[in-house]
């Protein structure tokens, strides 16, 4: 780890002065990714800019619009809390099994979106149930969000302050771990929402995606079946030596059969 | 005081209060006077020339006390490091070891290989300033591939050795081998990959070195599994300190599974730097460099046949072997693949004739040495492989044909055609008793109800054989080993009646501290808690061999009862001398002597003191004292056996393979703690499931770079991979040692992974695709296994 000056902040407002006044300042969430970062010695920042005592950015509430975290809420919250587990039950199982028990004590949704891991658990429900992600400065909708390989719609020195999922009528998220990290290899969220189904995939290509020929044969037929002779192209997919880009489109498949069957 | 412990019981495990609540020592946790630490840089290529390297603006960085390259090393005549087992090829020439300089001269051999050595005070400064070494690299082509590196136009690691080729070594009568295939009702060939492993040891390696110059004595902390050899090898070898100026402490020491028995670069440069420097010095690996530098395990390409006659009895098997080594011969590099592995081949059989090749060859890749079990299941997985795909092709069960060629429980000793005599076993048994715990009977329904859900299930067996306690001396020397395997033991009585055992053998994770008090509490009759281990440092106790090859038991263990029965003889002498009777009429039981007959007794205690306070004592017949040494160099090889049971269900829409029943039977001898037995096996088990399911080191065949070098990529076995092992004991104890043990440190490792893979690919073989999986057997390849057309 190279040196850095260290801040924590007690509000959004110095937590936002003093990423605008650091030459470099980087947000400390959950330090589940930023700080194996630092000790690798990937990353120089001037500044850490730690969120952890900005009490507005935590907590969770479920009201008639949904649920909304936090973004300093950790995944363990999620995972545990009752409102959760009873508004969108999808959602908490799918906390539960991010990492493993140090990393959902620390890590964030704030910090797991903003990262925008390929094989993060978080953004296929947040891509499949249509959630959307408010900062400091805007609201974005899930479909904006994701633009590639760790990249995000999110500007210079913006803060993810919350996400808001909509109630779904029903959905499930199947993952299929990759087994050394456990991150998602393929993970596939469906629900059943208001403007109709979601299918979102994560853990197979750069960032989350939908997959539309799914979603059309959920409309017309809500089964597993309707989507079990549906492939995606492996084409562009994401390979490495626990999955090529064609046995991830085929977990695609699988996953999405199961997870349409686990929503019943 | 406490009780005394019996053989037999499940004692609790004395070091656990100490490892449980982070008081135990390890070397990383010492505090050394002024002491300044060292970074190494690494090569990043695989293979390259150092046209040039320029440390001037590391060595002014703050805090920097020294910055030393190749040529340094050279210029101060360090020797290089050494491979202390010097194999003979086929045509009687030793084996080819390259020159493996402490500091890569001026090339470098894989990723990994060391560049330069950075002193700093401390550890943020050193790793700062290896970022300003600048290092002009030509890189230059690899060869990663074993049998890749045999081939006429690949790559040479070494100038020196021709062909990559370090040895060409056989074993076994080929004229009986051919002969015995023209006369085969049946031949099974078998093409097989065992997959490279690094060892990942919870502590990883480290080394802190001082220097006294008032006596002119180096002392070295190190995590070693051997620390007398690594003071002989480091004394005798490469630095020429005098080994009564050097000592050597390995403190606990958090596992090894073999990679902590060689003496690498790393405590080498510590040690010599400490001296250099005059400054002590610390170093303690990170994760990523345990991953590219310590000795990895097994990497075999084989091809093999084995021919039976009509009704499956062995006739005979041939073996093809390439062994890769890596860059540099690591210290037993040499002996796995060849000693501890050709010499297995006839497992549990009568297989009259066997012939194995093995080319041992350099690679563009980390160094390959001993790993739990050490060839012993290379061996193992090799030979319970072909069995099974022989009895698949033959269509007779396979645990009917391991029955067809066992050696009967008469035979024993048993000769076999690659040199060992087996001294006992009795392997029918177990292996029904292995049949029964698992349900084999039941096996076919189950598999009809998992086809049912559209899940693939197999069951598979291994039935294994293991030469440890190693070594007789004699024979390991005869092969071309540098060092005798005996093993010392001192008891050294305290005069107020507790006691030492000081033992050359080493524990980090095996449990000795408990063990060992255990053997000696009820042979002497002592409390446990009156008993202290004392191990691992060689200002301490006598020179010993250390731990690997399931040998501390076995060896160590017989030291210590030879070293108990001295002090029994003393006593005996001592107590017919108090009690005025004649030392013949003298019985030891339940820690007192006894004079046969009477009443009278002399307590061990009253004896011992005596022994220190000699006022009333036979001094003109006895010397003071109660402390005795020993030495036992064993007489042959133990031979532990035992037959795994391994139940998997394959999903094939995934490729996922999970566990569901898990069955190991092992006759180990007598069974000193059957807890720490038990544990030995369950952590033996986890790590061959991990080699058959789950551990994948893939080096990058073009450049060379280790893709799997963190645990986002290498995948550990962990508890949710495993089901609850079921485990049984069949007991033919040891005949020539004075405990009756073989050793049950590695068994769990040597048969785990035929066990697991015989499943796999009896499961797989209700879609043709049994034939079409290696190890480890990921989801990934299971799925292709299952779509390959
Ligand atoms: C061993 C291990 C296993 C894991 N397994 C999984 C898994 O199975 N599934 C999974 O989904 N994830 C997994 N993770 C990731 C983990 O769950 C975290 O979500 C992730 O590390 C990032 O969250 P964090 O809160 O730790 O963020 P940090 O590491 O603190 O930050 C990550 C990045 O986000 C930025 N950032 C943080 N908060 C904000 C904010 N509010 N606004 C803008 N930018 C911000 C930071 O500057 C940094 O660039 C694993 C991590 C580890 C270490």
Sequence with gaps: MYDFAYHKPKSMADALAALKKAADGKLLAGGMTLIPTLKQRLAQPSDVIDLAAIGELRGIKVDGNGVTVGAMTKHAEVAASADVAKAIPALAKLAANIGDGQVRNRGTIGGSLANSDPAADYPAAVLGLGATITTNERTIAADDFFKGLFETALKEGEIITSVTFPKPAKAAYMKFPNPASRYAMVGVFVAQTSSGPRVAVTGAGPCAFRVKAMEDALAKNWSADAVAGIKVPANGLNGDIHGSPEYRAHLVTVMAKRAVAAAG | ?789
């Design chain 2, 1 to 789: 005081m406490g009780n005394v412990a019996r053989i037999g019981e499940r004692v609790r495990r004395t070091e656990d209060r100490r490892f449980l609540t982070g008081a135990g020592r390890y070397v990383d946790d010492l505090q050394l006077a002024r002491c300044t630490y060292a970074y190494f840089l690494r090569s990043p290529h695989a293979h390259a020339r150092i046209r040039s390297i320029d440390t001037s603006k590391a060595a002014a960085a703050p805090g920097v006390v020294a910055v030393f390259t190749g040529k340094d090393v050279a210029d101060a005549k360090v020797g290089g490091l050494i491979c202390g087992w010097v194999v003979k090829d086929k045509h009687g020439e030793p084996h080819k070891a390259p020159g493996h300089p402490a500091i890569a001269l001026d090339t470098v051999r894989y990723v990994g290989d060391t560049v330069a050595m950075v002193i700093a005070d401390t550890a943020a400064q050193a790793r700062d300033a290896a970022e300003q070494i600048e290092v002009d690299y030509e890189v230059l082509p690899a060869v990663i591939d074993p049998a890749a590196a045999v081939a006429a136009s690949a790559v040479q690691v070494h100038a020196d050795v021709p062909g990559n080729l370090s040895y060409d070594w056989e074993l076994g009568d080929k004229a009986a081998v051919d002969a015995a295939f023209a006369r085969a009702a049946h031949i099974t060939k078998l093409d097989l990959v065992n997959n490279r492993l690094v060892p990942n040891a919870m502590e990883p390696r480290a080394a802190a070195a001082e220097y006294d110059r008032g006596t002119g004595t180096y002392t070295l902390y190190t995590t070693s599994q051997n620390p007398h050899v690594t003071r002989l090898v480091l004394s005798a070898f490469v630095l020429g300190i005098p080994e009564h100026k050097l000592r050597v402490v390995a403190p606990d020491v958090g596992g090894g599974f073999g990679s902590k028995i060689f003496i690498y670069a790393d405590e080498t440069l510590v040690l010599w730097a400490a001296g250099k420097t005059g400054r002590a010095i610390k170093w303690t690996a990170e994760r990523s460099e345990s991953f590219m530098t310590d000795a990895h395990g097994r990497d075999h390409v084989t091809h093999a046949e084995l021919a039976l006659d009509k009704d499956g009895k062995f006739l005979a098997l041939k073996v093809d072997t390439i062994a890769n080594m890596g860059a540099y011969l690591s210290t037993f590099a040499t002996a796995v693949p060849t000693y501890l592995y050709g010499t297995l081949l006839a497992g549990q059989y009568t297989t009259p004739a066997i012939h194995c090749n093995v080319r041992a060859v350099f690679t563009h890749t980390a160094p390959v040495d001993a790993y739990r079990g050490a060839g012993r299941p290379e061996a193992t997985y090799l030979l319970e492989t072909i069995v099974s795909k022989a009895a698949r092709e033959m269509n007779i069960d396979p645990a009917e044909l391991r029955k067809r060629n066992f050696i009967a429980a008469g035979a024993f000793p048993y000769q076999t055609p690659v040199a060992l005599t087996y001294d006992s076993g009795n392997y029918t048994p177990i292996l029904d008793q292995a049949m029964k715990l698992a349900d084999y009977a039941g096996a076919s329904e189950r598999k009809a109800a998992a086809k049912a859900k559209g899940k693939l299930r197999g069951i598979g067996i291994s039935s294994y054989i293991e030469a440890c306690g190693l070594a007789p001396s004699a024979v390991v020397g005869s092969l071309g080993a540098g060092v005798g395997q005996w093993e010392s033991a001192q008891l050294r009585f305290n005069p107020t009646g507790n006691l030492q055992i000081l033992t050359g053998s080493h524990s980090h994770g095996q449990s000795h501290e408990t063990t060992f008090a255990q053997i000696v509490s009820d042979k002497l009759g002592i409390p446990l808690d009156q008993i202290e281990v004392v191990h691992g440092d060689t200002a301490q106790v006598p020179f010993g061999m250390g731990s690997y090859g399931s040998r501390s038991l076995a060896v160590g263990g017989s030291a210590i009862m030879k070293a108990a029965d001295k002090i029994i003889a003393k006593g005996k002498k001592i107590a017919a001398h108090l009690m005025e009777a004649a030392e013949a009429d003298i019985v030891f039981e339940n820690g007192a002597f006894k004079v046969t007959g009477t009443d009278k007794n002399v307590p061990l205690g009253q004896a011992v003191f005596s022994a220190y306070v000699p006022h009333n004592y036979p001094l003109d017949k006895l010397e003071p004292g109660m402390d005795e040494n020993a030495f036992y160099d064993p007489s042959n090889f133990t031979y532990p056996s035992g037959t795994q049971i391994c139940e998997v269900e394959v999903d094939p829409d995934t490729g996922g393979v999970e566990i569901v029943n898990f069955v190991a039977v092992d006759d180990f001898g007598n069974v000193v703690n059957p807890m720490i037995v038990e544990g030995q096996v369950h952590g033996g088990i986890a790590q061959g499931v991990g080699q058959a399911l789950l551990e994948y080191t893939v080096y990058d065949k073009e450049s060379g770079q280790l893709l799997s070098g963190s645990y986002m990529d290498y995948t550990m076995p962990r508890a949710d991979n495993l089901p609850s092992f079921n485990l049984g004991y069949q007991v033919t104890p040891c005949p020539h040692n004075p405990l009756g043990v073989k050793g049950c440190g590695e068994a769990g490792a040597i048969a785990a992974p035929a066990a697991v893979m015989n499943a796999v690919r009896d499961a797989l073989a209700q879609v043709g695709a049994q034939d079409r999986i290696e190890m480890p057997a990921t989801p990934q390849r299971v799925w292709q296994a299952i779509h390959a057309h």
